[in-house]
């Protein structure tokens, strides 16, 4: 690909001559990157970096010694050749080559959507035509059938660039040619509209579109960007880098950025289209004070804050820190998180401060901590393309998490065997060498027998373990029974696919565990993380190349928010808050000694609350009313505290319940850092002004520590703004394994991967690298099998798991505004069940259903799929108005208090006229 144009490499370099300048290549370097790694160039229409060779527009060809001419993006150089890419003669044929393009052509520019922005256009101008001379009848109506894609196939000019991105990037295979010569034509599927032919709206055709026959509708669509910021998707924890282009204060289109390291010019639906919440009109604009007669109404900054601030230190100083909490958020970057726990410490003096990761990943955070030594995974995203299996536990990333998802699926068209232990046939599963459709409940009992295989059969790594783990005999005897054939019936798998698969895994040269909310979502989620590492460290799958286990994060900044301390027993880089030494250096750093007791997590906060203990609450960038299990308790909880800040961008169900709403900022209108899924720490950069009033949600709280009396040190000058590299400053110096992070660094490489622990180190791609674990010897943890806090019965016969869909992230906060709504259907959750249990019911596709659990009961419709076993429902939670935490229990990991989400007994009946 163009990006590295003269790799290095120990093999014999290729040496050739181009326009008279002799060059020295790696090989497999094509002409034409060597042209442009020359600082050159040559036309192209077909040729794209991010794609292989295409070679059909012929734009590019070049002459070699001899006469022949061949296409310099697909004929790589060889040793001493001697090659023309530039003459009279070479110009003319390209100039005849084009010329047969734009007769067929409409050249309407100045009146074309993309007019400015085509490459057709420009390579045309290059070459001497006047593309925009030549009068032509207006374009039809472009094909509309999409809200992101409309095609307008007169502008087509057969390429294939689209056809290639769907393929070897995005890997769904929706678009194909059709006919030949001067009929063929680009179409989806067996020549069908885009969504019915599996098209997941990622957009690289679009990027890839050299002209406007795939383009994105927009009413700013002719308008040209004033000015184009890169900055990080605020949606899930890839940390795709994307290109924001504004105008007027307002942004134009996303696009991703062909540089971002995480991304690598791929993005999802969701990080190119659902921008639109930005500009939407129910964004919080200013401050909202509740009246007695329970509605809000505006006030200036001066007001909220001095009313949160008396509120909050009247609660303090009559009650105690301990009946205050702070809630922080994956939303937030880090500073932002640094600057919450730091507020919670220092002006409120508690450590009951926590974030979103309670109720997703803090098995994960905690099993590693323990394990390993540090609360994150050990590989880094590349190692996907390395490893020889990889195995997918309890994750769905093509939806989750798209990016990293099609990256997964290209691995596995490339032959890369995949192991999914998943109760749904999900797209993953479908590619799967091995399947294990685990019921929900007992993934411990399977990760028990994949162990038992693995130390009954000798496929231990014997050395590896003896050098660099302890506690084998306490595992082998915990696991001692839990065969294959225990774990079988339990689980509803077969007992020879688990044989199998431990076979596979610890055979294969470099194999890699990737877990997702299917494993920490339980009673018994941290057992479960504690499996799998014990699995990775048995057979020496850690610490290598294409090895690892490692945790598929949620939310944007949720691995971010807990290296930040916004957790109640740690401070930054997992600094035990009881540890001396680290609360003598916050003490020096902050000038109050930090409270040592662990605060409360979010659930023992919302308890609390419920018992009239905690008083006051400050909730920032989180929805708990709606995220949080057993709803009706989590709205008791809220209702009863005595003051209670929610700090939004929209009126969320949590800030509906507040006393003091505080208007906050998207990620796209704030400066920090995010740290993805695989410990990359990335820029954040603002592309717009936050509507209104609205305010970062660091300004925020740095504010509102200066209105109780104590500044936080976020300033450059005493009454200045809060400074986010600042911040960071203060971070690296408090956090060992920061101390090589800082702004001036990221600007100038894009990323630092943690750890990172001197200004001079280039930051951690592999964790543990060769065994050397960050505690000195990585820990084998018993894992004891027990069944889940809730089964079906007869009053209660079917099982509900809960999760996402590709369209929506986390509560919907940001996507139920954005057109992306459109894809996803109506707007309330919809119910699937498998066409089995349908029948049974007499229900069919669409019909309005009763679901209930020993909590409540919820109103949805029917969506029939065969991906589910018979027994089992699946609901995703992102509509308020479906209200699906209302049915979930508030079971939770013994070790973490992360909520049981994957298992809930219900009953499902149809809903009769009648009955409405």
């Known amino acids: 690909?163009?990006?590295?144009?003269?790799?290095?490499?120990?093999?014999?370099?290729?040496?050739?001559?181009?326009?008279?300048?002799?060059?020295?290549?790696?090989?497999?370097?094509?002409?034409?990157?060597?042209?442009?790694?020359?600082?050159?160039?040559?036309?192209?229409?077909?040729?794209?970096?991010?794609?292989?060779?295409?070679?059909?527009?012929?734009?590019?060809?070049?002459?070699?010694?001899?006469?022949?001419?061949?296409?310099a993006c697909?004929?790589?150089?060889?040793?001493?050749?001697?090659?023309?890419?530039?003459?009279?003669?070479?110009?003319?044929?390209?100039?005849?080559?084009?010329?047969?393009?734009?007769?067929?052509?409409?050249?309407?520019?100045?009146?074309?959507?993309?007019?400015?922005?085509?490459?057709?256009?420009?390579?045309?101008?290059?070459?001497?035509?006047?593309?925009?001379?030549?009068?032509?009848?207006?374009?039809?109506?472009?094909?509309?059938?999409?809200?992101?894609?409309?095609?307008?196939?007169?502008?087509?000019?057969?390429?294939?660039?689209?056809?290639?991105?769907?393929?070897?990037?995005?890997?769904?295979?929706?678009?194909?040619?059709?006919?030949?010569?001067?009929?063929?034509?680009?179409?989806?599927?067996?020549?069908?509209?885009?969504?019915?032919?599996?098209?997941?709206?990622?957009?690289?055709?679009?990027?890839?579109?050299?002209?406007?026959?795939?383009?994105?509708?927009?009413?700013?669509?002719?308008?040209?960007?004033?000015?184009t910021v890169i900055t990080t998707c605020g949606y899930c924890a890839v940390g795709c880098q994307l290109r924001v282009e504004t105008a007027g204060g307002r942004v134009l289109r996303i696009e991703p950025d062909p540089a971002g390291s995480a991304n690598r010019g791929h993005a999802c639906v969701k990080g190119r289209f659902g921008h639109g919440f930005v500009h939407h009109p129910e964004r919080l604009t200013t401050p909202l004070i509740r009246q007695p007669t329970g509605d809000f109404r505006e006030a200036s900054w001066a007001e909220a804050l001095a009313l949160v601030a008396r509120r909050l230190g009247a609660i303090r100083d009559r009650d105690g820190p301990g009946a205050l909490g702070v809630v922080s958020s994956a939303r937030c970057t880090n500073e932002e998180n640094f600057l919450l726990q730091k507020f919670a410490r220092v002006v409120l003096g508690t450590n009951n401060v926590d974030n979103c990761a309670r109720v997703c990943h803090s098995p994960s955070a905690f099993a590693l901590g323990e394990a390993l030594g540090t609360g994150a995974g050990t590989s880094s995203f590349e190692d996907v393309e390395r490893s020889t299996l990889l195995m997918i536990v309890g994750a769905?990333?093509?939806?989750?998490?798209?990016?990293?998802?099609?990256?997964?699926?290209?691995?596995?068209?490339?032959?890369?065997?995949?192991?999914?232990?998943?109760?749904r046939r999900t797209e993953l599963a479908r590619l799967a060498a091995i399947h294990l459709p685990v019921r929900p409940g007992f993934n411990v009992a399977v990760i028990n027998a994949l162990q038992w295989v693995v130390l009954e059969e000798g496929l231990m790594e014997a050395d590896f373990v003896a050098a660099h783990a302890e506690g084998l005999e306490a595992v082998r005897q915990a696991v001692a029974g839990c065969t294959p054939e225990w774990a079988a019936p339990l689980a509803g798998v077969e007992a020879a696919a688990i044989r199998q698969a431990a076979r596979l895994y610890a055979r294969s040269p470099a194999s890699?565990?990737?877990?997702?909310?299917?494993?920490?979502?339980?009673?018994?989620?941290?057992?479960?993380?504690?499996?799998?590492?014990?699995?990775?460290?048995?057979?020496?799958?850690?610490?290598?190349?294409?090895?690892?286990?490692?945790?598929?994060?949620?939310?944007?900044?949720?691995?971010?928010?807990?290296?930040?301390?916004?957790?109640?027993?740690?401070?930054?880089?997992?600094?035990?808050?009881?540890?001396?030494?680290?609360?003598?250096?916050?003490?020096?750093?902050?000038?109050?000694?930090?409270?040592?007791?662990?605060?409360?997590?979010?659930?023992?906060?919302?308890?609390?609350?419920?018992?009239?203990?905690?008083?006051?609450?400050?909730?920032?960038?989180?929805?708990?009313?709606?995220?949080?299990?057993?709803?009706?308790?989590?709205?008791?909880?809220?209702?009863?505290?005595?003051?209670?800040?929610?700090?939004?961008?929209?009126?969320?169900?949590?800030?509906?319940?507040?006393?003091?709403?505080?208007?906050?900022?998207?990620?796209?209108?704030?400066?920090?850092?995010?740290?993805?899924?695989?410990?990359?720490?990335?820029?954040?950069?603002?592309?717009?002004?936050?509507?209104?009033?609205?305010?970062?949600?660091?300004?925020?709280?740095?504010?509102?520590?200066?209105?109780?009396?104590?500044?936080?040190?976020?300033?450059?000058?005493?009454?200045?703004?809060?400074?986010?590299?600042?911040?960071?400053?203060?971070?690296?110096?408090?956090?060992?394994?920061?101390?090589?992070?800082?702004?001036?660094?990221l600007e100038a490489s894009g990323f630092l991967q943690w750890p990172c622990p001197a200004p001079d180190h280039p930051g951690t791609t592999l964790v543990h690298a060769g065994g050397e674990f960050i505690r000195g010897r990585a820990r084998l943890t018993p894992t004891p099998w027990h069944p889940p806090a809730e089964e079906p019965d007869a009053d209660y016969p079917f099982l509900l798991t809960t999760g996402r869909i590709l369209f929506h992230y986390n509560v919907g906060t940001m996507t139920r505004r954005t057109a992306i709504a459109q894809l996803a259907g109506a707007g309330e959750e919809r119910l699937r069940l498998h066409p089995a249990d349908a029948a049974a019911l007499g229900v069919i596709e669409g019909a309005r259903l009763r679901l209930s659990s020993r909590r409540g009961t919820v109103h949805v419709t029917a969506g029939l799929s065969d991906d589910l076993p018979r027994g089992m429902l699946f609901m995703a939670f992102h509509h308020p108005k479906t209200r699906t935490n209302l049915l979930v229990g508030d079971a939770s990991d013994e070790y973490t208090r992360c909520p049981e989400y994957k298992v809930t007994a219900v009953r499902l009946e149809k809903v009769h006229t009648s009955d409405l």
Not at 180 to 201: F, H, N, Y
Not at 214 to 227: F, K, M, N
Not at 398 to 420: D, N
């Open 1 to 71: 690909m163009d990006a590295l144009p003269f790799p290095t490499s120990e093999r014999a370099m290729i040496h050739a001559i181009l326009d008279g300048q002799p060059v020295e290549v790696a090989p497999g370097t094509t002409i034409l990157q060597a042209v442009r790694g020359l600082g050159g160039d040559l036309p192209t229409l077909c040729h794209s970096p991010l794609l292989p060779p295409g070679g059909n527009c012929r734009l590019c060809l070049v002459e070699r010694e001899g006469g022949a001419l061949v296409p």
């Open 74 to 227: 697909a004929t790589a150089l060889l040793e001493g050749d001697r090659l023309i890419t530039r003459s009279p003669r070479l110009t003319e044929i390209r100039r005849g080559i084009l010329a047969l393009q734009l007769h067929r052509h409409p050249l309407a520019c100045l009146g074309c959507p993309v007019e400015g922005r085509c490459q057709l256009q420009r390579v045309a101008v290059e070459l001497g035509f006047t593309p925009f001379a030549r009068d032509r009848a207006p374009l039809p109506p472009p094909d509309a059938s999409h809200p992101f894609l409309h095609r307008q196939p007169e502008l087509c000019i057969d390429c294939g660039r689209c056809v290639r991105a769907c393929a070897h990037i995005q890997g769904q295979d929706v678009l194909g040619l059709a006919g030949r010569g001067d009929r063929q034509r680009v179409i989806a599927g067996a020549d069908q509209e885009l969504s019915p032919a599996g098209c997941v709206a990622c957009g690289q055709c679009l990027s890839q579109c050299p002209t406007g026959a795939l383009r994105e509708p927009s009413p700013l669509a002719g308008i040209v960007a004033e000015q």
């Open 396 to 423: 769905n990333p093509t939806e989750a998490h798209p990016v990293l998802g099609a990256r997964i699926r290209q691995a596995a068209r490339r032959g890369t065997p995949l192991i999914v232990l998943d109760p």
């Open 512 to 745: 890699q565990i990737l877990w997702g909310l299917g494993i920490t979502e339980s009673c018994y989620g941290t057992r479960a993380a504690f499996g799998l590492i014990n699995l990775a460290v048995l057979t020496g799958q850690v610490g290598r190349p294409g090895s690892g286990c490692s945790p598929i994060r949620g939310q944007n900044n949720v691995q971010g928010a807990c290296d930040m301390g916004a957790l109640p027993n740690v401070f930054s880089d997992y600094r035990p808050v009881s540890d001396e030494t680290a609360r003598r250096e916050h003490q020096e750093a902050w000038g109050v000694l930090p409270p040592a007791r662990p605060g409360l997590k979010i659930p023992d906060m919302l308890a609390a609350a419920r018992e009239g203990a905690l008083k006051g609450m400050y909730l920032v960038a989180q929805d708990l009313a709606q995220s949080d299990p057993d709803t009706h308790k989590v709205h008791q909880a809220l209702a009863n505290l005595e003051f209670l800040v929610v700090q939004e961008i929209f009126m969320s169900e949590s800030a509906k319940l507040a006393h003091v709403v505080l208007p906050g900022a998207s990620f796209l209108e704030k400066s920090g850092t995010f740290v993805n899924s695989d410990r990359r720490v990335q820029r954040v950069r603002p592309a717009v002004s936050s509507p209104g009033a609205a305010l970062a949600d660091g300004e925020i709280v740095h504010r509102l520590a200066r209105a109780m009396g104590r500044d936080l040190g976020a300033a450059a000058t005493p009454d200045g703004p809060m400074d986010p590299v600042r911040v960071m400053g203060e971070i690296a110096r408090l956090s060992p394994n920061w101390r090589g992070i800082s702004y001036d660094r």
